[in-house]
């Protein structure tokens, strides 16, 4: 039977029960758990010097209003960087190419960074619809385009993580098929594509991580636009 490319984007089921909620949890399974020692060994060691950078440049855009926000965010940006990496394994499935849980995760914090700023600013927060200094016939159309605006910012975290990472297993699996598929006509062409694969593997492992810290950044500046 021959499958789709975009099978691998199907949410996995198993005897009619899908598996999204244990492709969510199984991640937290991998983190490794503090000890009560004093000194750690090295890998939670790295785990904690890696937690504090990302933190720290997490932190850099936020006022300190913002940094009780820290424990979310960071947790947030860890959890996606497992997912993505995750899904570069075979066999495997990447929920972060579901545009309804990208959704799922960047409307709520939207939506909660939008509503601190209205009760915490109101006026400060309504004046980003309209620039100051703006001729008056332009008042209503440019308070349309900056409310359409705000409410796609959601849509637009969801879809650029999704597209990112969707194009590039599309694109993983299709130099994987035609090298398998050269193997037996032209050996050296072959070997060639799987180089590119390999090269291109490691671009993938860049791209998981950086969408990933594309993603939070994105909301600690939506978040310091409101408080």
């Known amino acids: 039977m021959t499958l ?21 949890t199984l991640p937290w399974i991998l983190y490794p758990t503090p000890t009560a020692r004093w000194l750690n060994n090295r890998f939670l060691a790295l785990q904690g010097w890696l937690i504090n950078r990302f933190t720290q440049q997490l932190l850099l855009p936020l ?19 497992t997912l993505n990496m995750l899904g570069l394994l075979p066999y ?39 620039p100051e200094g703006t001729p008056g016939p332009l008042i209503p159309v440019l308070i349309i385009i900056e409310t359409i605006s705000l409410f796609i910012r959601p849509l637009a975290l969801g879809v650029r993580l999704t597209a990112n990472l969707t194009a590039g297993h599309l694109l993983i699996q299709l130099i994987a098929t035609a090298a398998f598929v050269l193997m037996p006509l032209m050996p050296a062409v072959a070997l060639l594509t799987s180089a590119v ?3 291109l593997t490691l671009l993938e492992i860049a791209v998981a991580m950086i969408q990933a810290y594309v993603f939070v950044l994105l909301l600690t500046l939506y978040l310091q636009e409101n408080v």
Not at 63 to 81: P, Q, R, V, Y
């Open 4 to 24: 789709s490319f975009f099978d691998q984007f199907m949410s996995p089921t198993h005897l009619g029960v899908p598996l999204m909620a244990l492709a969510l």
């Open 63 to 81: 006022n300190l209003g913002g940094h009780k926000w820290a424990a979310l965010l960071t947790s947030l940006m860890i959890f996606l960087i």
């Open 92 to 130: 495997t499935f990447t929920p972060t190419t579901q545009l309804s849980l990208n959704l799922g995760l960047a409307t709520p914090l939207w939506l909660a960074a939008v509503i601190i700023g209205m009760r915490n600013q109101p006026t400060h927060a309504l004046g980003h619809l309209l």
């Open 197 to 199: 694969l390999v090269l």
